[in-house]
């Protein structure tokens, strides 16, 4: 079946430093691949989606690029906030969201 | 903007018991409402997906015996945990979406199950 493997369970930061979180998926088919971000005792919010092979997509300072070739779709942060401190989902769908195969989940914390 | 209000957010229920949960979406017209869990430990397994006018569709692992479904309308879903027992402890979340091609999941803030 489908999965999202995230490798980091936990990345903490100083703020100002670049961040990347890994996302790698397996599936047969042509996914959608998508980033959930979830501040604490919030419901998870849409951060980024995609499913344009190496087309880079951003959103609040967030990027990440979807390549088919490596299955991968890496989220990442040129310069983190304080704000940003939270759990991030990796998720795939294959069909824009009907259905959401979620990774493990990385906890981001970043320190003043 | 569209909003999904879970209900309760946190429930304690006795061993054997059986817990209802609710979800409520604002703002939009939740055709499909997804119900996922959070077990300890690990991240969110779909439950089952429902889409108003259609059939419920389980996942592997998840029955209509055991976690019953109602989706009635467009902006209400409910689910039961019947006979819950210790490993149906976790976060239940609900995501809905309104039909089309590019739409959005809106999550609740989920609803977090105790089993003592």
């Known amino acids: 079946g489908d999965s999202v493997t995230q490798t980091e369970g936990l990345v903490t930061l100083t703020k100002g430093l670049p961040v990347m979180l890994n996302c790698t998926y397996q599936?047969?088919?042509?996914?959608?691949l998508f980033w959930y971000v979830q501040h604490l005792n919030e419901a998870p919010k849409l951060l980024l989606k995609?499913?344009?092979?190496?087309k880079r997509t951003e959103h609040q300072g967030f990027y990440a690029t979807l390549h088919k070739s490596s299955s991968s779709f890496h989220l990442q942060k040129s310069s983190v906030q304080l704000s940003d401190s939270a759990l991030y989902f990796c998720?795939?769908?294959?069909?824009?969201?009907?259905?959401?195969?979620f990774g493990t989940g990385t906890s981001l914390l970043v320190d003043p | 903007g569209a909003l999904v209000y879970q209900y309760p957010r946190r429930t304690i229920c006795k061993s054997g018991t059986s817990m209802r949960m609710e979800c409520q979406a604002v703002?939009?017209?939740?055709?499909?409402v997804a119900w996922y869990r959070q077990s300890p430990q690990k991240t969110f397994e779909l439950i089952a997906l429902?889409?108003?006018?259609?059939?419920?569709?389980?996942e592997q692992n998840f029955t209509q015996e055991k976690f019953p479904i109602s989706h009635p309308n467009l902006s209400f879903s409910s689910m039961t945990v019947l006979n819950a027992y210790l490993e149906d402890r976790g976060l239940y979340l609900c995501?809905?979406?309104?039909?089309?091609?590019?739409?959005?999941?809106?999550f609740g803030k989920g609803t977090r199950l105790t089993v003592v």
């Open positions: 429902s889409t108003v006018n259609s059939a419920i569709k389980y």
């Open positions: 599936t047969t088919y042509s996914p959608f």
């Open positions: 995609s499913s344009t092979d190496n």
């Open positions: 998720a795939l769908s294959l069909n824009m969201g009907y259905k959401l195969t």
């Open positions: 995501g809905a979406r309104s039909t089309g091609a590019n739409t959005e999941v809106f």
């Open positions: 703002g939009f017209q939740a055709t499909s």
